[in-house]
DNA sequence: GGAGGTTCTGCAATTTATTCTCAATTATCC
DNA sequence: GGATAATTGAGAATAAATTGCAGAACCTCC
């Protein structure tokens, strides 16, 4: 049994005074049926519908995409574009992502272990747990190909980023 | 001997192409004496270096920030105010988020074995790590307890989250 | 240590993303 | 089916971030 059917969501609407109207029944059809690994912004979500016939207005897109990640349906996602994406929060397909700084390439992943973490940080201060992210920020090797630091050493990055961890640092000059 | 002085980091802007100017001098300078755990917002910088009376430009500090984040100087969070927040990258106070969707207090946390799967995953696919964040979505223990969610069951929560991990859910009707 | 060339800054205007306002509409509950 | 409260749509408003440009500042190279 699919965790996502329309009415067990119009159950959850309805158990915190919320309703389940055509506009949402739309929104949540598209995700559901968005491939694997796709998501939208609010953005192309409205040109989507559009394309549809099924205008949605640009607002209630915004308040429904916010309302279901409130609730857990949706993940809001922050990478590299300068805008939000969301998608459905699957559990069964939980995966974290991995983005180019340069290029903005993205690149999803599975870790369980990363879930494992949070579980236990959000037990620890008696948090419930909604969703978690892992982003990682990085440079991909076409970037780091076409000169990404150009005119820098190549260990550059390394001697900067976190992934030298130093122990005893402290921040003064 | 500090990972942040204004020498090397003066060096680094030097091999990239880059120059280190006395309005990049005194934003490094800020977040050098910030206190940890501490970050702000481009504005809160604004504000604060109008009150110095060493006033720099909104343009400067929104293109300085953003260089010094993409050369892993600085990171960027995205917390849940609505705006990016900056702090140092310090390798040894490395941390995460943990963020009230509700209230939006944010909690930070340490946890090592984040970074060594960020790790893995950049070198599997050949990435050059710049940094990453684990941010997660959670309900405080005060906002439950001031009825969120309101009108459903306690449990609620539990059945949509991912904290309860389904195999075998496809995204259909 | 100065010239030359390039980057950087500040200002103002602009873009982009998102939220708000409010009257009209509509889902829900009884 | 009717009362009630939530929701929608349209556009205005807000907030955050970016851009273009002219003048100033910095780095490199001799």
Redesign the interface.
């Given at each position: 049994m699919?965790?996502?059917?329309?009415n067990s969501l119009k159950a959850?609407f309805n158990?915190?005074?919320w309703r389940m109207t055509p506009q949402r029944k739309k929104i949540l059809h598209v995700?559901?049926?968005l491939p694997r690994g796709n998501h939208l912004s609010a953005e192309e979500l409205h040109d989507l519908m559009e394309k549809r016939q099924e205008g949605i207005s640009l607002s209630t897109i915004y308040r429904s995409v916010k309302l279901m990640?409130?609730?857990?349906?949706l993940r809001e996602l922050?990478l590299a574009e300068g805008h939000k994406h969301y998608e459905?929060?699957?559990?069964?397909h939980?995966h974290h992502h991995?983005v180019?700084?340069?290029c903005n390439k993205t690149?999803e992943?599975k870790?369980d272990?990363?879930?494992k973490?949070?579980?236990k940080?959000?037990e620890k201060?008696?948090?419930?747990?909604?969703?978690?992210?892992?982003?990682?920020?990085?440079?991909?090797?076409e970037a780091?190909r076409m000169g990404w630091?150009?005119?820098?050493?190549s260990n550059?990055?390394?001697t900067?980023?976190?992934?030298?961890?130093?122990?005893?640092?402290?921040?003064?000059?």
């Open positions: 699919p965790l996502y059917t329309t959850e158990a915190r005074g995700f559901q049926n990640s409130r609730m857990g349906i922050e459905l929060n699957q559990p069964a939980h991995m180019c700084i340069q690149i992943f870790n272990s990363i879930l973490q949070s579980l940080q959000v201060e008696g948090f419930q747990l909604i969703d978690c992210q892992l982003t990682i920020m990085a440079i991909c090797p780091l630091p150009s005119t820098l050493p550059w990055s390394c900067r980023s976190i992934a030298e961890k130093v122990e005893k640092q402290e921040p003064n000059e």
